[in-house]
């Protein structure tokens, strides 16, 4: 299952730092928490799957992707598929703090390019990823949520 890209719509503290470091399988149910929370908090998006399925998911990826934590507790996470240079899935308990941007830096590091897709009604993500750097490719229907169209976007160092 592909999890998609998005950034949680809580706003938060603003932060200067904070620890990244590979998700193990204990971080699982706080990660797949986070994601039922955006779920849960936006208004366009279905809720397919519930906290076990959605830790079922991140567990059966952990040993082939890349996964980042950050903070202690857990405050995001970001799922990188590094066969194919995509991003999975960027989520974060709050935005503005500082967390994505960090997440995003860290699998950056010793790339020359990434892609993702993001839901075309989460322009705050989109407006994210264009801060880091990201440009727009293609829009196309969603191969999870088919009523959600998605967006592709494309980092080049």
């Not at 706003?11 to 986070?34: H, L, N, S, Y």
């Not at 998006?45 to 857990?74: D, H, K, N, Q």
């Not at 066969?83 to 941007?101: E, P």
């Amino acid at each position: 299952m592909r999890i998609g890209c998005a950034m949680a719509c809580v706003r938060g503290m603003v932060m200067t730092e904070v620890a990244v470091r590979r998700a193990v399988e204990a971080d699982v149910p706080a990660m797949a928490q986070i994601v039922c929370d955006w779920e849960a908090a936006t208004e366009w998006m279905t809720s397919l799957y519930g906290p076990e399925e959605i830790a079922t998911f991140i567990r059966e990826a952990l040993p082939a992707r890349e996964i980042w934590v950050a903070g202690e507790p857990i405050e995001g996470y970001l799922s990188f598929d590094p066969n194919v240079s995509r991003v999975g899935g960027l989520y974060c308990k709050t935005t503005g703090a500082g967390i994505g941007k960090t997440l995003m830096d860290q699998v950056k590091k010793g790339r020359g390019f990434v892609w993702l897709t993001t839901h075309e009604p989460n322009e705050k993500a989109q407006k994210f990823y264009k801060r880091e750097g990201f440009e727009e490719v293609s829009r196309h229907d969603g191969d999870l949520h088919e009523t959600v169209r998605e967006v592709r976007m494309e980092w080049r160092a």
